[in-house]
C-alpha cells in the first residue's frame, strides 16, 4: 500500500488555540483528574497481602484500614478524578479545532500530564497484573502455564491473583512469558517492584502507539494530530493500558508497529514484529491475512493474494513454532484460549441477546442457557463471516479500514466486551478516519460508558467494614454517572459535543 498525500493543513490554527494558555487548561484540569486517581488509587486499588511496607504507609492506613470514612474519601477522588479527566479530554479537543503542526507538542503534553501520574497508582479496575506475577513464577518454577495454573504457586493468595483463574491455564503467547518470566527473575518475585516494571512494558506500548498513530493517519490523509488526541490522550486508553497495567499495550503497540511496516513496503519486518504481537496475546492474528494484501499489492490477482497469504501465514506460524521449541511448549496456548470462553456481559450486545433468550427460554421450561450458548455461537460466526468478507471484498486503499471493521466484529459480536478490548479498536478506526460527526459522538459516549463503568466495577475494600464493596460500588457508580451525566446534558462546553449534527469531514478527514 503506497503512502497517500496527507490532505492540506489549515493555513492557520483556529481561534480556540490562538492563545497559548488555553489549551493549557485543560492539560493542568486533567492532571488534576490523574493526581486524584493516584489518591484514590491508595484507598481502593488493588494491594497485595504481600506488600508489606505499602500496608504499613500511614496514609495508606488512614484510606484503607482504620475507618470507612478514608475508603470514602478514596472513592470519591478516584471516581471524580476519573471523569475529571475524560472532560478535560473533551475540551482539549474542543480547544485544538485547528489541529495543525503546532498542536502536536500540545498533546504530547497532555499524555505527558495525565499519564506520569497514573503510573504511581495501585493497579486500578484490574487485578491482571497480580496474575502476570503468578504466571511468572509458574515460568521460574519450570512448570507448564498451558497446563498448570498459578495454583500450583504456594502462595498466589498472598500476591493478590485472582483466585477464579487460579486453575486455568493462561491464554497467552509465549512472547509475554518470557517477559513474565523475566521480570520475576529480576524482581525476585517482589510484588511493587513487579509492578513497576510490568507498567514500565505497558508504557513502551503506549510509547509505540504515540510513534505510529500518526504515521498510519498520515498513510490515510487522516490529520496526524486529532488521531493522536483521539488515541493516546484518550482517558480509556490511558487508564487501562498504564493504571490497569494490561498486556494489550505492548501488543497493540507491536501490532500498529508491524501494520505501518507493511503499508510502507517493508511487508518482513512487519510480519515480524505481528508475530510478536501475536506472541502477546494471539486475537492479532486477525492482521496477518491484511498484511499479506498488502504484500500482495494494488490490483493483485487472486492467486497472487493466496500466494501471499499462504506466505505470511507460513512465516508467522514458523516464527511461533520456533518459540514453541525454545519454550518447549509448543502451541499450548492454542488449547488455552478457550479458558473465558463461556463468559458474557450484559452490555456487549451478543451477551444482552442470550441473557433475554436464556431468561425467555427458562420461563417456557427450555434449556435456556443452552439456547443462549448458540446465540453467542451465532454471534461468534457472524464475525468470522465479516472478517472474510473484509478479506475478500473491497478496495485496496480501504485496507487498513477493512482490517478495522474485521477486528470491530471480533471484538462487538462477542458474548464478553472489556473496556481494554475497546481500547485495541480507537487507534484503528482513528487512523483510518473518525469523522466530527455520530462518528466522534459515538466515541465520547462509549469512552463514557466504560470509564463510568471501570469506577464503579472492581474496587478493593477492607473486607472486615461495615462499608460494603456494594456500598463503595454505589458511591462509585453514582458519582461517575452523575459527572457523565452533567458532560452529556449539563455542561456548557461539553453538551454540544454529544447533540452534533452531521457535519462535513474535519479538516484532513476522509469519508467512510
Known sequence: MTAQVPATEPSSPGPEIAKADRPNIAIIQGFIGSLMMLAGSFGVGWLSLASASLRSNPVIIWMRFDEPFGAVVAVLLLSTGGMLLVRSWLRLGQRMKGWGPESRPVILKAVIAWAAPLCFTLPLFSRDVFAYIAQGLVMVSGL?????????????LQIGADDLWAQSPTPYGPVFLWLEQLVVLVTNGQTEFSILLFRLIAVIGVAMCVYFVPKLAELHGINPNRALWLTAANPLFLTNFIASIHNDALMIGLALAGLYLAATK??????????????????????????????????????????????????????????????????????????????????????????????????????????????????????????????????????????????????????????????????LFAVTGIRDDWQAKTLYLFVSFFMVYAISDQLDIWPYFEFSLSAARQIAAVTALGFALYLIFLDPKTKVLFRKKLTAPAPGELRH
Open 144 to 156: 507448564n502455564p498451558y497446563k498448570d495454573g498459578y495454583s500450583q504457586i504456594s502462595n498466589y
Open 266 to 427: 517493508r511487508p518482513v519486518a512487519g510480519i515480524l514484529l505481528v508475530t510478536l504481537s501475536i506472541g502477546i496475546k494471539p486475537i492479532t492474528i486477525i492482521f496477518l491475512p491484511f498484511i499479506g494484501l498488502l504484500w500482495a499489492g494494488k490490483n493483485a490477482s487472486w492467486r497472487r493474494r493466496f500466494t501471499y497469504w499462504f506466505i505470511t501465514a507460513a512465516m508467522s506460524l514458523g516464527l511461533l513454532w520456533i518459540m514453541g521449541l525454545i519454550n518447549g511448549f509448543g502451541f499450548g496456548w492454542v488449547g488455552a484460549l478457550s479458558t473465558p470462553g463461556s463468559v458474557w456481559i450484559w452490555y456487549a450486545p451478543v451477551g444482552f441477546a442470550g441473557m433475554l433468550v436464556a431468561t425467555l427460554g427458562n420461563a417456557l421450561g427450555l434449556p435456556g442457557w443452552t439456547m443462549a450458548d448458540v446465540v453467542h455461537t451465532i454471534g461468534r460466526l457472524a464475525s468470522v463471516g465479516i472478517v472474510l468478507w473484509q478479506m475478500f471484498v473491497g478496495e485496496y486503499s480501504r485496507l487498513i479500514r477493512r482490517l478495522t471493521l474485521a477486528f470491530a466484529a471480533i471484538v462487538m459480536l462477542a458474548p464478553m466486551i472489556q473496556s481494554w478490548y475497546v481500547v485495541w479498536l480507537i487507534p
